[in-house]
């Protein structure tokens, strides 16, 4: 496994994140195809066998339990605190970003994580009810208290990001060392503003949906699997642009055939190769680790990342709120 330092701190974190939405009680109104705590901590300890230190969570994610499976599962296996790099987020509760919303969301991130404090600490989303420099504050005093060692943010637009930084800045609060962003070889948009904020920024790259919901790591665009019969959002997110993406994904595919590889090594190879710290996957199934593992590895030349993206064409936004939005 390779390891990167994350963004401007001294977080170091293998180049793969383990995504954590995959762990938790299955539920019709959160996911139905989630791990249960014992299958949980079987994939947990099969990545940390394998060099893998980041997990990435939700207080959201199955109701909180994706948080408990993970933490329990981290305590049964008697791994030491500080061997891996754990990090949660908070928007989708009550009070969004407020600062009273934010110190009673932490609280229960780390009784259920079992954990005094976190790695990483992310805002899920952008908040457009609540001050910029309120849940900057707030944020700051969490990383002073030592609840949470580097902030982070996820899927926003670029001008929300800078201005989050900017405010962070003036004020001397702790600046945003990640994003957690919408990327991938079917979906690109950021390319154009954040991304290269997050640059200019030393901002490191934590990609959600590397994979695109398994389109890219498949010839064939339906899914007869339990996730794909039952996620409504994967759906919402790429059947609109499923004429042309699938022409991208067909490009994925012939390289992986010629490379004797798979897709999904492939589609994380390009985005390791984009310059992104570590792609958060959540595979169910070892087989699916570890095809995410064997991508660290793979090379890509010039010529073939020119041939994967050759194709793309504009999307509509997915991932950055217009307003604000709960699960």
Same mark, same amino acid.
């Given at each position: 496994?390779q390891?990167q330092m994350?963004g401007n701190?001294?977080?170091?974190?293998?180049r793969i994140?383990?995504g954590?939405m995959s762990?938790?009680?299955a539920s019709?109104?959160?996911?139905?195809?989630?791990?249960n705590?014992?299958?949980?901590?079987d994939?947990?300890a099969?990545?940390?066998?394998?060099?893998v230190?980041f997990?990435?969570?939700a207080n959201?994610?199955s109701?909180?339990?994706?948080?408990e499976?993970?933490g329990?599962?981290?305590?049964?296996?008697?791994i030491?605190?500080?061997?891996?790099?754990?990090?949660s987020?908070v928007?989708?509760?009550?009070?969004?970003?407020?600062?009273?919303a934010?110190?009673?969301?932490i609280?229960?991130?780390? !009784?259920?994580? @079992?954990?005094?404090?976190? =790695?990483?600490?992310? %805002? #899920? +989303?952008?908040?457009?009810?609540?001050?910029?420099?309120?849940t900057?504050e707030?944020?700051?005093?969490l990383v002073?208290?030592?609840?949470?060692?580097?902030?982070?943010?996820?899927?926003m637009?670029?001008?929300?990001?800078h201005n989050m930084?900017i405010?962070?800045?003036?004020?001397?609060?702790?600046?945003?060392?990640?994003?957690?962003?919408h990327?991938?070889?079917?979906y690109?948009?950021?390319e154009?503003?954040?991304?290269?904020?997050?640059?200019?920024y030393g901002?490191?790259?934590i990609?959600?949906?590397?994979?695109a919901g398994?389109?890219?790591s498949r010839?064939?665009w339906?899914s007869t699997?339990?996730?794909?019969?039952?996620?409504k959002?994967?759906?919402q !997110?790429?059947d @609109?642009?499923?004429?042309? =993406?699938l022409k991208? %994904? #067909? +490009?994925?595919?012939?390289?992986?055939?010629k490379?004797n590889v798979s897709?999904?090594?492939?589609?994380?190879?390009?985005?390791?190769?984009?310059?992104?710290?570590?792609?958060i996957?959540g595979?169910t199934?070892i087989s699916?680790?570890d095809d995410a593992?064997?991508?660290?590895?793979?090379?890509?030349?010039?010529?073939?990342i020119?041939?994967?993206?050759?194709?793309?064409?504009?999307?509509e936004?997915?991932?950055a709120?217009k307003?604000?939005?709960?699960?």
């Amino acid at each position: 496994m390779q390891y990167q330092m994350l963004g401007n701190t001294s977080i170091k974190v293998s180049r793969i994140c383990v995504g954590c939405m995959s762990y938790g009680k299955a539920s019709s109104k959160f996911h139905q195809w989630t791990l249960n705590a014992d299958e949980t901590q079987d994939m947990v300890a099969y990545a940390i066998d394998h060099g893998v230190n980041f997990f990435d969570t939700a207080n959201v994610y199955s109701f909180g339990t994706s948080e408990e499976y993970l933490g329990n599962a981290l305590k049964s296996l008697n791994i030491p605190r500080d061997k891996v790099v754990i990090a949660s987020k908070v928007y989708f509760n009550e009070g969004f970003l407020k600062k009273d919303a934010i110190a009673r969301e932490i609280e229960g991130t780390l !009784k259920r994580l @079992k954990t005094d404090y976190l =790695d990483l600490y992310q %805002i #899920h +989303r952008f908040d457009y009810t609540t001050p910029i420099e309120e849940t900057m504050e707030a944020l700051d005093k969490l990383v002073k208290d030592g609840k949470v060692r580097a902030l982070g943010a996820s899927a926003m637009y670029g001008y929300q990001f800078h201005n989050m930084q900017i405010v962070a800045e003036k004020n001397g609060f702790t600046k945003f060392s990640t994003m957690q962003n919408h990327y991938n070889l079917i979906y690109r948009e950021d390319e154009r503003e954040l991304i290269p904020i997050c640059k200019q920024y030393g901002v490191a790259l934590i990609p959600y949906s590397p994979l695109a919901g398994g389109h890219l790591s498949r010839k064939d665009w339906e899914s007869t699997t339990l996730r794909g019969s039952t996620d409504k959002v994967v759906h919402q !997110k790429y059947d @609109k642009s499923k004429d042309n =993406d699938l022409k991208i %994904i #067909h +490009r994925v595919a012939a390289l992986a055939e010629k490379l004797n590889v798979s897709m999904t090594e492939v589609s994380l190879a390009w985005l390791l190769h984009k310059g992104v710290c570590a792609p958060i996957v959540g595979a169910t199934k070892i087989s699916h680790f570890d095809d995410a593992l064997k991508a660290v590895d793979l090379s890509l030349e010039q010529e073939a990342i020119e041939y994967l993206e050759e194709l793309y064409k504009p999307h509509e936004i997915v991932g950055a709120n217009k307003e604000n939005q709960k699960i």
